[in-house]
Every structure is written in C-alpha cells, then in structure tokens.
C-alpha cells in the first residue's frame, strides 16, 4: 500500500512557475512507476507526466511538453512536476499517482493503483 501527498499548488499568472511535489509513503517506492495527471473543472482526468521507477524515462502530454518536468529522488520518495510557462488552460486539480510495475511509464489512468487527493492549480490570465 501507498500513501500519496501532493503540495505546492496555488494562483498563478500566466508565464509564471510552480513545482509541485508528492510525497509518498512506504519502502518500495523506488519500485513503483509515478505519473502526474489532472483535472479540470467539467473535464475527464488527463494525463500529464510520467515517470519510470530510475527516473530514466519520462513522457509528456504534448500540451506541457517543452513547459513541465518531472522528476524524482527515491531516496527522499518524493517526485516533483515542476511547471514553467503556466496558462489558463492549465487550470486544474493536479493528482500525483502510482503503479508497482516501475520497469516502464505509463499514461493511463487504470495503469496507476494509488491516487494522492489532488492540489489546486490556477493560472490567471
């Protein structure tokens, strides 16, 4: 079992930065595959950023590709999404999640087991 935290949301203007991080709980997080999705409001769940378990694979959502980078530090079960060049359209519920299957990344959400509870990200025009 898994525990996941998300933090570092907030308001921002358009063009600024934010770094969310996840915090997770348990010893095998170096195992797990991580990925980053969101929510906005009236919308489906989507992907944004994922992640391999040695932190040697990553893949984008071509809507954040070039802005965001996700990143890890296993030693701290911690990943990161940190965001540059923020939109509107980037106004959502970030969800930080987790699959054990850590050998490869993954953009779907039934791939991911473990769901954080989401931090609030608004980017004003």
């Known amino acids: 079992q898994v525990q996941l935290v998300e933090s570092g949301g907030g308001l921002v203007q358009a063009g600024g930065s934010l770094r969310l991080s996840c915090a997770a709980s348990?010893?095998?997080?170096?195992?797990?595959?991580m990925g980053w999705f969101r929510q906005a409001p009236g919308r489906e769940r989507e992907f944004v950023a994922t992640?391999?378990?040695?932190?040697?694979?990553?893949y984008y959502a071509d809507s954040v590709k070039g802005r965001f980078t996700i990143s890890r530090d296993n030693a701290k079960n911690t990943v990161s999404l940190q965001m540059n060049s923020l939109k509107p359209e980037d106004t959502a519920v970030y969800y930080c999640a987790a699959t054990r299957d850590g050998g490869s990344y993954y953009t779907e959400l039934l791939s991911y087991r473990f769901w954080g509870q989401g931090t609030q990200v608004t980017v004003s025009s």
């Open positions: 348990g010893r095998t997080f170096s195992t797990y595959a």
């Open positions: 992640i391999n378990w040695s932190g040697h694979s990553t």
